[in-house]
């Protein structure tokens, strides 16, 4: 009886043991066809992967390529330091443009020259053809640089106005008029008369109004002219401006006829105190 529990006992361990082992074969077998499965899609995702990683790097290679091309080929606006750069030169020029304009108060007066040679406060002067004059000056109150400045010598009677110098600079504050030199090769000659000088900005005129600031045109000195006549004996000389004066001759007679006159007295006085 004994034995035959033993028996029964045996085979159902062994019944149950093959049982057992089979499910656990089974779950094996799925296991590892699972594992194939995900061995044979990881290999697919990552081509995926990789492909996607390779668009995105060529078309990020295409953007930057494009964005450094667009500077250098002026068509798109400029990025990151070129935007600095560019408004920092912008700014730069307009600042260099901004520096050359002068501003100037409307209140302020126009420039104007002061006279060194000859003084203002001299006697009339004049000046013999033929000779050097010299003209010398200084500017006051001047703002704005005239580019280029005329001297002139202006005479009413012919209305003429006489170049002395042309086109000078504002350091160029003194002039000696040649004028023998300006006489010889003149079309116009100098006439004995009085002249007014004339300084001002060659871009204007003599008589235009000056802006505050602007050089004003001069005609504060007036000097003579006047051309030296050849030596002439005083018995031949004759003065134009002088016809009622009495000649040689006649101032003779004059002396002869006042020395009668005074003997005649004497001789009278001298008979009445007989």
């Known amino acids: 009886m004994k ?56 078309s990020f290679a295409s953007v930057s390529a494009s964005e450094t091309s667009s500077p250098a080929s002026g068509s798109g606006p400029p990025i990151g330091d070129a935007s600095s750069t560019t408004n920092s030169a912008s700014m730069t020029a307009s600042a260099s443009t901004g520096s050359s304009s002068i501003s100037v108060d409307p209140r302020s007066p126009p420039g104007g020259v002061s006279m060194i040679t000859p003084a203002i406060t001299a006697s009339q002067t004049y000046i013999k053809v033929g000779d050097y004059a010299t003209f010398s000056w200084n500017y006051t109150s001047l703002i ?65 109004v000056a802006s ?24 031949n000389y004759q003065c134009a401006t002088c016809s009622a004066s009495f000649s040689l001759i006649e101032r003779n007679v004059l002396r002869g006829t006042l020395a009668m006159s005074l003997i005649a007295c004497l001789f009278t006085v001298l008979f009445m105190m007989r």
């Open 3 to 58: 034995l035959d529990i033993i028996i029964f006992l045996c085979c159902f361990l062994v019944s149950s043991a093959a049982y057992s082992e089979s499910p656990l074969r089974l779950h094996d077998l799925a296991a590892r066809n699972a594992l194939h499965m995900r061995a044979v899609s990881v290999p697919s995702s990552t081509k995926t992967a990789s492909s996607s990683r390779s668009s995105i790097t060529s």
């Open 144 to 208: 704005v640089t005239p580019s280029a400045v005329n001297v002139e010598a202006y005479c009413s009677i012919n209305n003429y106005y006489y170049p002395i110098a042309e086109n000078l600079t504002v350091k160029d504050t003194q002039v000696v008029w040649n004028t023998s030199g300006y006489q010889e090769t003149a079309t116009i000659p100098l006439l004995v008369a009085e002249y007014t000088l004339y300084i001002y900005d060659a871009s204007s005129n003599p008589s235009a």
């Open 212 to 235: 505050p600031g602007c050089l004003a045109p001069y005609d504060n000195l007036n000097f003579g002219v006047y051309t030296p006549q050849a030596y002439t004996p005083l018995n």
